[in-house]
Protein backbone atom coordinates (compact mmCIF):
# COMPACT_ATOMS: atom_id res chain seq x y z
CA UNK A 1 0.00 0.00 0.00
CA UNK A 2 1.28 3.46 -0.97
CA UNK A 3 0.23 6.75 1.08
CA UNK A 4 1.18 10.16 0.06
CA UNK A 5 0.67 12.81 3.04
CA UNK A 6 1.14 16.59 2.22
CA UNK A 7 1.73 19.82 4.41
CA UNK A 8 2.33 23.04 4.28
CA UNK A 9 -1.56 24.67 2.74
CA UNK A 10 -2.36 27.34 4.02
CA UNK A 11 -4.09 31.30 3.90
CA UNK A 12 -1.72 33.73 2.43
CA UNK A 13 -1.88 37.04 1.13
CA UNK A 14 -1.28 38.45 -3.02
CA UNK A 15 2.73 38.13 -3.41
CA UNK A 16 3.82 36.27 -0.51
CA UNK A 17 5.40 32.19 -0.45
CA UNK A 18 4.02 29.29 0.31
CA UNK A 19 5.77 25.22 0.33
CA UNK A 20 3.97 22.39 0.26
CA UNK A 21 5.97 19.12 0.90
CA UNK A 22 4.53 15.26 0.21
CA UNK A 23 6.26 12.33 1.59
CA UNK A 24 5.08 9.43 0.00
CA UNK A 25 5.55 6.05 2.22
CA UNK A 26 4.67 2.37 2.08
CA UNK A 27 5.86 -0.20 -0.62
CA UNK A 28 7.83 2.07 -2.77
CA UNK A 29 9.31 0.43 -6.04
CA UNK A 30 11.04 2.75 -8.87
CA UNK A 31 9.58 6.45 -8.50
CA UNK A 32 8.72 7.25 -12.76
CA UNK A 33 7.14 10.48 -11.73
CA UNK A 34 6.18 12.70 -8.67
CA UNK A 35 4.27 16.46 -8.31
CA UNK A 36 1.74 18.22 -7.85
CA UNK A 37 -1.79 19.33 -9.79
CA UNK A 38 -4.22 21.16 -8.92
CA UNK A 39 -7.86 21.73 -8.42
CA UNK A 40 -9.94 25.26 -8.18
CA UNK A 41 -13.77 25.46 -7.44
CA UNK A 42 -15.66 24.24 -10.42
CA UNK A 43 -13.01 23.72 -12.61
CA UNK A 44 -11.21 20.35 -13.17
CA UNK A 45 -7.83 19.20 -11.69
CA UNK A 46 -5.06 20.75 -13.43
CA UNK A 47 -1.16 19.70 -13.88
CA UNK A 48 0.91 22.15 -12.20
CA UNK A 49 4.49 20.53 -12.12
CA UNK A 50 6.08 17.30 -12.31
CA UNK A 51 9.52 15.67 -12.48
CA UNK A 52 9.34 12.84 -14.37
CA UNK A 53 12.47 10.31 -14.78
CA UNK A 54 14.44 11.12 -18.01
CA UNK A 55 12.32 13.88 -19.11
CA UNK A 56 12.63 17.90 -18.49
CA UNK A 57 10.72 19.35 -15.23
CA UNK A 58 7.53 20.53 -16.18
CA UNK A 59 5.83 23.02 -15.13
CA UNK A 60 1.98 24.60 -16.02
CA UNK A 61 2.88 27.92 -18.00
CA UNK A 62 0.55 30.11 -15.38
CA UNK A 63 3.31 29.00 -12.58
CA UNK A 64 6.61 29.01 -15.10
CA UNK A 65 8.96 31.85 -13.27
CA UNK A 66 6.99 31.41 -9.63
CA UNK A 67 7.04 28.04 -8.42
CA UNK A 68 10.13 25.73 -7.91
CA UNK A 69 9.77 21.90 -8.12
CA UNK A 70 12.13 19.61 -6.44
CA UNK A 71 12.27 16.31 -5.66
CA UNK A 72 14.27 13.87 -3.34
CA UNK A 73 14.73 10.20 -4.33
CA UNK A 74 16.19 9.00 -0.88
CA UNK A 75 13.61 10.48 1.02
CA UNK A 76 10.75 9.90 -1.17
CA UNK A 77 9.47 13.44 -0.77
CA UNK A 78 8.39 16.28 -3.35
CA UNK A 79 8.31 19.74 -2.67
CA UNK A 80 6.72 23.06 -4.49
CA UNK A 81 8.02 26.28 -3.29
CA UNK A 82 5.52 28.85 -4.11
CA UNK A 83 6.58 32.36 -4.63
CA UNK A 84 4.32 35.44 -5.81
CA UNK A 85 1.18 34.15 -5.47
CA UNK A 86 -1.30 34.98 -6.92
CA UNK A 87 -5.42 35.01 -5.93
CA UNK A 88 -5.98 32.60 -9.08
CA UNK A 89 -3.74 30.11 -7.41
CA UNK A 90 -6.35 29.53 -4.74
CA UNK A 91 -6.92 25.85 -5.05
CA UNK A 92 -6.55 22.52 -3.53
CA UNK A 93 -3.25 20.89 -4.12
CA UNK A 94 -2.82 17.47 -5.07
CA UNK A 95 0.70 15.19 -4.35
CA UNK A 96 1.02 12.82 -7.51
CA UNK A 97 3.19 9.84 -7.57
CA UNK A 98 3.48 7.80 -10.69
CA UNK A 99 5.23 4.26 -9.85
CA UNK A 100 7.13 2.09 -12.57
CA UNK A 101 10.01 0.91 -15.01
CA UNK A 102 8.74 1.40 -18.81
CA UNK A 103 4.90 0.59 -18.42
CA UNK A 104 2.51 0.11 -16.80
CA UNK A 105 2.66 3.21 -14.88
CA UNK A 106 0.39 3.00 -11.30
CA UNK A 107 -0.65 6.24 -9.71
CA UNK A 108 -1.08 7.64 -6.32
CA UNK A 109 -2.99 10.82 -5.10
CA UNK A 110 -2.72 12.39 -2.05
CA UNK A 111 -5.96 13.72 0.06
CA UNK A 112 -4.99 17.03 -0.76
CA UNK A 113 -4.04 20.70 0.34
CA UNK A 114 -5.81 24.07 0.85
CA UNK A 115 -3.92 27.26 -0.45
CA UNK A 116 -5.76 30.25 -0.17
CA UNK A 117 -4.52 33.70 -2.13
CA UNK A 118 -6.36 36.04 -0.27
CA UNK A 119 -5.57 40.05 1.36
Known amino acids: QVQLVESGGGLVQPGKSLRLSCTAS????????MGWYRQAPGKQRELVAT???????NYADAVKGRFTISRNNAKNTVDLQMNSLKPEDTAVYYC?????????????WGQGTQVTVSS
Open 96 to 108: YLSLGYSGPYFDY
Open 26 to 33: GTIGNIYA
Open 51 to 57: ITTGRPT
